[in-house]
């Protein structure tokens, strides 16, 4: 996940791989048919991370409120790709989205992280379609570094006050 989220699947070579895990590049072809079906699996490891990190923010049980739920998930998904491995990882998947096995493994990551969602909010699907929005918004302030630009369409997109305004510019809180 660490080498294709630094180049990407296009630009990651399996011997970079190999290297990374202390193994032989043939070794990697013995377990994964292809590069593209490494990116695949990589991808489903990736959804796991954030299931579970989402279903262990679920901790008020079947009597919780849905602006609870909402809060804890966004924190947990916060918390996960403050990682930048995983932020640029899942950045980077979507960019491999034309390789079949990649789409198909994207369409099993999204499928899974909307019914997760969608139960944690009651299936609730205008709050689901506002948590995925807000997660990629976070994706896109992280990757940029919005966090440390000061100027006026940085602070609107991550929801920052400008620091000659006494705002607390390092603090922010997650869409």
Avoid at 41 to 53: P, T, Y
Wanted: hydrophobic letters at 40%; glycine letters at 8%.
């Amino acid at each position: 996940m660490a080498c294709f989220a630094r180049k990407g699947y296009y630009g990651t070579t399996t011997g970079e791989i190999a290297e990374r895990a202390g193994i032989s590049q043939p070794y990697v072809y013995r377990l994964f048919a292809s590069k593209e079906a490494l990116f695949a699996g990589a991808i489903l490891h990736v959804s796991e991370l954030i299931s579970d990190a989402l279903t262990g923010a679920d901790e008020a049980g079947p009597h919780r409120q849905p602006e609870a739920v909402m809060r804890a998930i966004r924190s947990a998904y916060s918390t996960l790709i403050e990682d930048r491995d995983v932020m640029q990882f899942l950045m980077q998947a979507s960019c491999a989205a034309d390789e079949p096995l990649v789409a198909e493994a994207l369409r099993t990551c999204y499928a899974r992280q909307v019914e997760l969602v969608s139960e944690l909010l009651n299936h609730d699907d205008a709050a689901v379609r506002h948590w995925f929005g807000a997660g990629m918004l976070e994706n896109v302030t992280l990757t940029l570094g919005l966090a440390d630009v000061d100027e006026p369409w940085a602070r609107t997109l991550s929801g920052q006050r400008s620091r000659s305004d006494g705002g607390s510019f390092a603090h922010r809180e997650s869409p």
